[in-house]
Structure formats: C-alpha cells, structure tokens
C-alpha cells in the first residue's frame, strides 16, 4: 500500500528559528512530489512541487529536497516567522494523475 | 485564470437530505478531482476524471456517493441520502496533463449533517 508519514505531527518552535519537516514514502516509484500550506478552515496553497528527476526547489525562504532511492523529502524553513504558522502537507504522485497525502505538520510559530 | 471555483462554501443539511457540491474548474484543466478530508483520515481522493470521463471511483466510500461530469467546466459531487459521517471538507482540484500535471485545489465545501 503506498503510505505517505510527515514527522513530527506537530511543532512549535519561537519566531527566528530554522525548522526541517520530513515527509517519507513507502514506494519508491513516484513520479512527483508536492508540498502544500493549509491555513485553519481554509484550502490548499501550493509551495513547492519536485519533479522526480529533481533533487530540490527552492522559493524564498522555503526549500524542499527529494531523495527517491531512500523515500524522503524534506520541506526546510529558514528564519521563521509567526506568518508560517499553519499544517504542511506533503503529496506524492504516483502516476501522472493520483495524488496521495501524508498526515501533515502542525506548525506554530510564537513571537 | 480564478482558480477552481466551488459552491456552496459552507452547507448545513439534516441527514437524510440530497447534498450536491459543484465546482468550476480551471480552463482548459483536463483533470478534475474530487477529495475529503476529515480529521480522522487526512485527505483522501475519492473520485477523478479525465476529458470529462471517471477514471478511478475506487476512493468514493459509498453507493450513496455519486459524482458527474458533464461537460469540461462543471462537475458535481452528489451524496443521497446523507450522513452525519459524511461532514467533511470536500475539495476540488484540477490539473493539465502533461509534466508536471501539478493540481490546483478549490476552497472546498464545509459540509455539516446534522
């Protein structure tokens, strides 16, 4: 069964602080992988999406790195502010077409 | 472009009751996803189309459950009769295939059965 696990679950961390969430993967065979922003009662926002035959993207402070072979990604954070608070999803493609997402990251950023 | 477009935003509903969720989705998208998310289960897919034909409704949970397409800028998401257990966000996203057939995901559908 193709699982997607974020760790940790949740996190909060003071305002300034670099921060690493990890995603991993069961199956190795991915096609893409996407990281998103949910804010509370709203939608997805899109941050960053892998193509398989990348490594990384990066945009602004944010920047994510794909490992295939060992089923990780990894959504780094630099210098952060209490305006990242919110759940991170990680989202793997598995064909052109299916998405499955991971548990999410509960983020809180404090002043 | 405005993005996927969904409606309503939020629905109150007794159980029992017919529930269609619609959404809009972006021009010239030839994918179209259907996914819940609860706090229990996190997002799942329940239903996907492509050029307007259902690909995969293995993710729709029951026959009460039904969702069309019927032309390339319209779907809905029909539930008959509802559930308390069905009270979930409901989203909808599309995409345009080809790499990187990223998918755009609607504001979603808060649905409540009471």
């Known amino acids: 069964k193709q699982e997607v696990t974020q760790i940790p679950a949740a996190l909060s961390v003071p305002e300034g602080e670099n921060l690493v969430l990890n995603c991993s993967f069961t199956d190795s065979a991915i096609y893409n992988l996407q990281w998103f922003r949910q804010d509370p009662g709203k939608g997805l926002t899109s941050l960053l999406l892998?193509?398989?035959?990348?490594r990384e993207q990066t945009s602004g402070r944010l920047n994510a790195s794909l490992d295939k072979s060992s089923g990780r990604s990894t959504l780094y954070i630099a210098a952060s502010q209490p305006g990242d608070s919110a759940t991170y999803l990680c989202a793997v493609y598995y064909n052109t077409d299916k998405l499955i997402f991971g548990t999410g990251t509960r983020l809180q950023v404090f002043p | 472009d405005a993005g996927v477009i969904q409606s309503p935003r939020h629905e109150v509903t007794e159980m029992g009751q017919e529930v269609t969720l619609r959404c809009k989705p972006i021009?010239?998208?030839?994918?179209l996803f259907w996914y819940r998310q609860t706090m229990m289960r996190g997002l799942e897919l329940l239903i996907y189309f492509n050029n307007n034909v259902p690909i995969d409704d293995s993710g729709m949970p029951e026959d009460r459950f039904s969702a069309k397409m019927p032309n390339a800028s319209f779907s809905t998401l029909k539930i008959q009769p509802s559930e308390p257990r069905d009270s979930a966000v409901y989203f909808c996203?599309?995409?345009?295939?080809?790499?990187?057939?990223?998918?755009?995901f609607g504001p979603g559908t808060r649905l409540t059965v009471l």
């Open positions: 996203a599309s995409s345009l295939s080809g790499s990187p057939n990223e998918q755009f």
């Open positions: 021009s010239g998208h030839d994918y």
């Open positions: 892998i193509q398989s035959s990348q």
